[in-house]
Protein backbone atom coordinates (compact mmCIF):
# COMPACT_ATOMS: atom_id res chain seq x y z
CA UNK A 1 0.00 0.00 0.00
CA UNK A 2 0.98 3.39 -0.90
CA UNK A 3 2.48 4.80 2.39
CA UNK A 4 2.33 9.22 2.75
CA UNK A 5 2.31 11.42 4.90
CA UNK A 6 0.31 14.70 4.60
CA UNK A 7 -0.49 17.32 7.32
CA UNK A 8 -3.83 17.46 8.45
CA UNK A 9 -5.42 20.51 7.83
CA UNK A 10 -4.25 24.15 6.05
CA UNK A 11 -5.57 27.09 5.39
CA UNK A 12 -5.32 29.85 2.50
CA UNK A 13 -6.47 33.38 1.39
CA UNK A 14 -8.98 33.53 -1.75
CA UNK A 15 -6.58 34.29 -4.52
CA UNK A 16 -3.25 33.12 -3.19
CA UNK A 17 -1.50 29.92 -4.10
CA UNK A 18 -2.35 27.43 -2.18
CA UNK A 19 1.09 24.62 -1.54
CA UNK A 20 0.24 21.55 -0.29
CA UNK A 21 2.87 18.90 0.45
CA UNK A 22 3.03 15.29 0.87
CA UNK A 23 5.59 12.62 1.60
CA UNK A 24 6.10 9.16 0.31
CA UNK A 25 9.66 8.30 0.83
CA UNK A 26 8.86 4.57 0.08
CA UNK A 27 7.75 5.22 -3.48
CA UNK A 28 9.35 2.78 -6.21
CA UNK A 29 10.79 4.11 -9.58
CA UNK A 30 8.42 2.52 -11.75
CA UNK A 31 5.05 4.42 -9.43
CA UNK A 32 3.10 7.97 -10.39
CA UNK A 33 2.66 10.37 -7.99
CA UNK A 34 -1.24 11.07 -8.26
CA UNK A 35 -2.57 13.36 -6.79
CA UNK A 36 -7.03 13.59 -6.06
CA UNK A 37 -9.21 15.94 -4.06
CA UNK A 38 -12.65 15.09 -2.70
CA UNK A 39 -14.97 18.31 -1.92
CA UNK A 40 -17.54 17.52 0.79
CA UNK A 41 -18.70 13.34 0.83
CA UNK A 42 -18.57 13.69 -3.15
CA UNK A 43 -16.21 10.97 -4.79
CA UNK A 44 -12.92 12.37 -4.83
CA UNK A 45 -11.49 13.82 -8.47
CA UNK A 46 -8.50 13.34 -10.14
CA UNK A 47 -6.09 16.68 -10.27
CA UNK A 48 -3.09 15.92 -11.54
CA UNK A 49 0.10 12.98 -11.71
CA UNK A 50 3.49 12.99 -12.47
CA UNK A 51 6.64 10.56 -12.53
CA UNK A 52 9.57 12.39 -12.68
CA UNK A 53 9.09 15.45 -13.96
CA UNK A 54 7.40 18.40 -12.57
CA UNK A 55 3.63 18.43 -14.53
CA UNK A 56 1.07 21.68 -14.90
CA UNK A 57 -2.46 21.35 -16.15
CA UNK A 58 -5.64 23.28 -15.70
CA UNK A 59 -6.29 22.83 -12.18
CA UNK A 60 -2.97 22.50 -10.67
CA UNK A 61 0.91 21.77 -10.69
CA UNK A 62 2.86 19.70 -9.59
CA UNK A 63 6.84 20.00 -8.27
CA UNK A 64 8.22 16.36 -7.51
CA UNK A 65 11.69 16.37 -5.87
CA UNK A 66 14.79 14.91 -7.75
CA UNK A 67 15.01 11.69 -5.44
CA UNK A 68 11.39 11.70 -5.53
CA UNK A 69 10.79 11.03 -2.15
CA UNK A 70 8.46 13.99 -1.84
CA UNK A 71 6.08 16.35 -3.93
CA UNK A 72 3.97 19.72 -3.78
CA UNK A 73 0.66 20.14 -5.57
CA UNK A 74 0.45 23.83 -5.86
CA UNK A 75 -3.06 25.55 -6.90
CA UNK A 76 -1.83 28.91 -8.01
CA UNK A 77 -4.76 31.53 -7.17
CA UNK A 78 -7.18 29.10 -5.24
CA UNK A 79 -10.64 30.30 -5.08
CA UNK A 80 -13.09 29.05 -2.48
CA UNK A 81 -14.32 26.38 -4.62
CA UNK A 82 -11.01 24.66 -3.52
CA UNK A 83 -11.68 24.08 -0.10
CA UNK A 84 -11.42 20.34 -0.18
CA UNK A 85 -9.67 16.85 0.96
CA UNK A 86 -6.31 16.37 -0.95
CA UNK A 87 -5.07 13.01 -0.97
CA UNK A 88 -1.78 12.16 -2.36
CA UNK A 89 -0.89 8.66 -3.31
CA UNK A 90 1.78 6.30 -5.44
CA UNK A 91 0.50 3.54 -7.86
CA UNK A 92 2.59 1.38 -10.45
CA UNK A 93 2.84 2.57 -13.69
CA UNK A 94 2.14 -1.41 -14.99
CA UNK A 95 -1.37 -1.45 -12.51
CA UNK A 96 -2.39 2.69 -12.29
CA UNK A 97 -5.74 1.91 -13.49
CA UNK A 98 -6.42 -0.70 -10.70
CA UNK A 99 -6.60 0.15 -7.16
CA UNK A 100 -5.89 3.34 -5.39
CA UNK A 101 -5.55 4.11 -1.54
CA UNK A 102 -5.72 6.72 0.07
CA UNK A 103 -4.60 8.09 3.57
CA UNK A 104 -6.73 10.92 5.17
CA UNK A 105 -5.22 13.64 3.29
CA UNK A 106 -5.16 17.63 3.90
CA UNK A 107 -8.19 19.48 4.23
CA UNK A 108 -7.50 22.61 2.57
CA UNK A 109 -9.83 25.47 3.49
CA UNK A 110 -9.62 28.77 1.38
CA UNK A 111 -10.44 31.79 3.47
CA UNK A 112 -12.45 35.02 1.58
CA UNK B 1 -21.78 13.85 -20.07
CA UNK B 2 -18.95 11.16 -19.12
CA UNK B 3 -19.93 9.80 -15.56
CA UNK B 4 -20.15 7.33 -13.09
CA UNK B 5 -23.82 6.74 -11.44
CA UNK B 6 -24.50 4.88 -8.44
CA UNK B 7 -27.84 4.27 -6.42
CA UNK B 8 -29.11 4.56 -3.99
CA UNK B 9 -27.28 7.39 -2.77
CA UNK B 10 -28.63 6.54 0.80
CA UNK B 11 -29.36 3.71 2.35
CA UNK B 12 -30.68 2.59 5.17
CA UNK B 13 -31.33 -0.78 6.25
CA UNK B 14 -31.29 -3.76 8.94
CA UNK B 15 -29.29 -6.21 9.35
CA UNK B 16 -29.32 -9.15 7.54
CA UNK B 17 -31.85 -7.52 4.78
CA UNK B 18 -29.90 -8.67 1.40
CA UNK B 19 -29.39 -4.79 -0.90
CA UNK B 20 -28.05 -4.29 -3.82
CA UNK B 21 -25.89 -0.45 -4.61
CA UNK B 22 -25.76 -0.46 -8.84
CA UNK B 23 -22.71 1.48 -10.90
CA UNK B 24 -23.07 2.41 -14.14
CA UNK B 25 -20.42 3.99 -16.33
CA UNK B 26 -21.08 5.89 -20.14
CA UNK B 27 -17.21 5.84 -20.89
CA UNK B 28 -16.95 2.06 -22.15
CA UNK B 29 -13.88 1.62 -19.52
CA UNK B 30 -12.55 -1.38 -19.34
CA UNK B 31 -11.94 -1.05 -15.40
CA UNK B 32 -14.19 -0.81 -12.43
CA UNK B 33 -13.88 -1.01 -8.86
CA UNK B 34 -15.60 -0.64 -5.32
CA UNK B 35 -14.04 1.07 -2.52
CA UNK B 36 -15.30 2.08 0.95
CA UNK B 37 -14.13 5.45 2.79
CA UNK B 38 -14.21 5.09 6.73
CA UNK B 39 -12.73 7.88 9.15
CA UNK B 40 -9.18 6.84 10.12
CA UNK B 41 -9.29 3.78 7.28
CA UNK B 42 -9.04 6.34 4.43
CA UNK B 43 -10.17 4.48 1.06
CA UNK B 44 -10.12 0.93 0.88
CA UNK B 45 -10.68 -1.31 -1.94
CA UNK B 46 -13.53 -3.96 -1.86
CA UNK B 47 -13.69 -5.86 -5.18
CA UNK B 48 -12.63 -4.82 -9.15
CA UNK B 49 -13.12 -5.72 -12.54
CA UNK B 50 -10.86 -5.67 -15.22
CA UNK B 51 -13.55 -6.74 -17.83
CA UNK B 52 -16.39 -8.49 -18.40
CA UNK B 53 -16.89 -11.90 -16.13
CA UNK B 54 -13.51 -10.96 -14.98
CA UNK B 55 -13.37 -10.20 -10.91
CA UNK B 56 -11.23 -9.95 -8.25
CA UNK B 57 -10.96 -9.60 -4.74
CA UNK B 58 -9.40 -6.12 -3.34
CA UNK B 59 -8.08 -5.26 -0.02
CA UNK B 60 -11.66 -6.08 2.46
CA UNK B 61 -13.53 -8.20 0.28
CA UNK B 62 -15.13 -10.02 3.25
CA UNK B 63 -18.99 -9.91 3.18
CA UNK B 64 -19.35 -8.08 -0.40
CA UNK B 65 -20.13 -9.53 -3.49
CA UNK B 66 -20.36 -8.01 -7.24
CA UNK B 67 -20.97 -9.28 -10.83
CA UNK B 68 -19.97 -7.61 -14.28
CA UNK B 69 -22.44 -9.25 -17.10
CA UNK B 70 -22.08 -6.13 -19.21
CA UNK B 71 -19.33 -3.97 -19.40
CA UNK B 72 -21.03 -0.50 -18.14
CA UNK B 73 -22.59 -2.08 -14.92
CA UNK B 74 -21.01 -3.21 -11.95
CA UNK B 75 -22.94 -3.60 -9.29
CA UNK B 76 -22.62 -4.02 -5.77
CA UNK B 77 -24.26 -6.98 -3.37
CA UNK B 78 -24.35 -7.33 0.17
CA UNK B 79 -26.20 -11.02 1.03
CA UNK B 80 -26.23 -10.55 5.01
CA UNK B 81 -25.76 -6.95 5.80
CA UNK B 82 -23.79 -6.05 9.48
CA UNK B 83 -23.22 -2.86 11.07
CA UNK B 84 -19.52 -2.86 10.58
CA UNK B 85 -20.35 -2.38 6.62
CA UNK B 86 -21.84 0.73 7.30
CA UNK B 87 -19.75 2.79 5.53
CA UNK B 88 -19.54 5.70 2.31
CA UNK B 89 -19.23 3.75 -0.78
CA UNK B 90 -17.68 4.76 -4.24
CA UNK B 91 -17.63 2.86 -7.43
CA UNK B 92 -14.98 4.38 -9.63
CA UNK B 93 -14.03 3.35 -13.37
CA UNK B 94 -11.20 3.53 -15.42
CA UNK B 95 -10.10 3.44 -18.82
CA UNK B 96 -7.63 0.61 -18.44
CA UNK B 97 -4.83 -0.81 -15.91
CA UNK B 98 -1.76 0.07 -17.30
CA UNK B 99 -0.26 3.37 -18.28
CA UNK B 100 -1.61 6.96 -16.87
CA UNK B 101 -5.58 5.95 -15.51
CA UNK B 102 -7.72 8.82 -14.11
CA UNK B 103 -10.04 6.61 -12.21
CA UNK B 104 -13.23 8.43 -12.37
CA UNK B 105 -15.12 8.01 -9.32
CA UNK B 106 -19.24 8.04 -8.82
CA UNK B 107 -20.94 10.34 -6.62
CA UNK B 108 -20.72 7.58 -3.62
CA UNK B 109 -23.57 5.84 -1.70
CA UNK B 110 -23.91 6.66 2.07
CA UNK B 111 -25.12 2.98 3.59
CA UNK B 112 -26.24 2.64 7.42
CA UNK B 113 -27.22 -0.95 8.78
CA UNK B 114 -28.82 -0.86 11.77
Known amino acids: DAKTTQPPSMDCAEGRAANLPCNHS???????VYWYRQIHSQGPQYIIHGLKNNETNEMASLIITEDRKSSTLILPHATLRDTAVYYCTYVAVETSGSRLTFGEGTQLTVNP | EAQVTQNPRYLITVTGKKLTVTCSQN?????MSWYRQDPGLGLRQIYY???????DKGDVPEGYKVSRKEKRNFPLILESPSPNQTSLYFC?????????????FGPGTRLTVL
Open chain 2, 27 to 31: MNHEY
Open chain 2, 49 to 55: SMNVEVT
Open chain 2, 92 to 104: ASSLSLAGFNEQF
Open chain 1, 26 to 32: TISGNEY
